[in-house]
């Protein structure tokens, strides 16, 4: 089944109830890559790896080796616990050999998780899982961060205390960055605010941010060509929080 774009995020943050396999695929790498991370984290945890619960699988491995992808859902792990197999770089070849999988998933099986870039409607990959009952697939969009999803990130970072223009320049921040940038600027918040009770403000935000317009580093480079503190040049107060030296 495919599933319908208003139940992505809540899906993938509480896969319930359970499907036998589930299929990320869109164009964007790192969004479907951050996809992935979210869904096995709430499959089965984070430390599933350590814990030998998650079978990692190359799709260049599974060509020369088909039956590897049934065995590994039917293996049963040392620790307790739910199992998941992530088949990544997927192609449309390998549609019979998935198929096969999930045709022989029984209950106690781990979840096979696959991940794919963008297909298109008639693609084989695409179709064997929004054809099957017992399967998702999942598009991942290249929409930016709503209000939501910030919002909910922030209370998962501990910051309950946004003021109305920090949230605002976090919604455009989420608009103009790459996920994986935003997803930078949000920890880097968190760290900087650990400690610090007061309401997150828009100063706050502006720390952390990158430093990407031609205008600020130049500011940035004058300020070093004039001695100033940092004190004196919020240019340089975003680099030194950002780990960088003037």
Do not use: C
């Not at 774009?5 to 964007?28: F, M, S």
């Not at 020369?64 to 039917?74: H, N, S, W």
């Not at 390998?94 to 096979?112: F, K, N």
């Amino acid at each position: 089944m495919k599933l319908a774009a208003r139940d992505i995020k809540r899906y993938l943050a509480q896969p319930a109830p359970a499907k036998p396999a589930i299929l990320l695929y869109g164009l964007d790498a790192m969004r479907v890559s951050m996809a992935r991370v979210t869904l096995l984290n709430a499959l089965v945890g984070p430390q599933a790896a350590e814990d030998m619960r998650l079978d990692r699988i190359a799709a260049s491995d599974l060509r020369k080796e088909p039956a590897r992808l049934i065995d590994a859902i039917k293996a049963r792990g040392f620790f307790p616990g739910p199992r998941a197999v992530l088949l990544e770089d997927t192609a449309n070849s390998l549609s019979g050999t998935v198929a096969a999988a999930i045709s022989e998933w029984r209950d106690g099986d781990a979840t096979l998780v696959v991940v794919a870039g963008q297909l298109r409607p008639v693609d084989a990959l695409r179709k064997l899982f929004e054809t099957a009952q017992n399967a998702y697939a999942i598009p991942i969009y290249d929409d930016p961060p709503s209000r939501e999803d910030i919002e909910r990130d922030l209370l998962k970072a501990g910051l309950k205390n946004i003021d109305a223009p920090a949230m605002t320049a976090l919604v455009a921040l989420g608009g103009e960055l790459d996920p994986g940038d935003f997803a930078q600027v949000m920890t880097k918040l968190s760290l900087y605010k650990i400690g610090d009770p007061s309401e997150t403000s828009i100063a706050d935000v502006q720390a952390v941010a990158p430093v990407t317009i031609e205008a600020d580093l130049d500011d940035a480079i004058r300020a070093v060509e004039e001695g100033l503190a940092n004190d004196d040049a919020p240019q340089l107060q975003r680099l030194a929080v950002q780990g960088d030296s003037a």
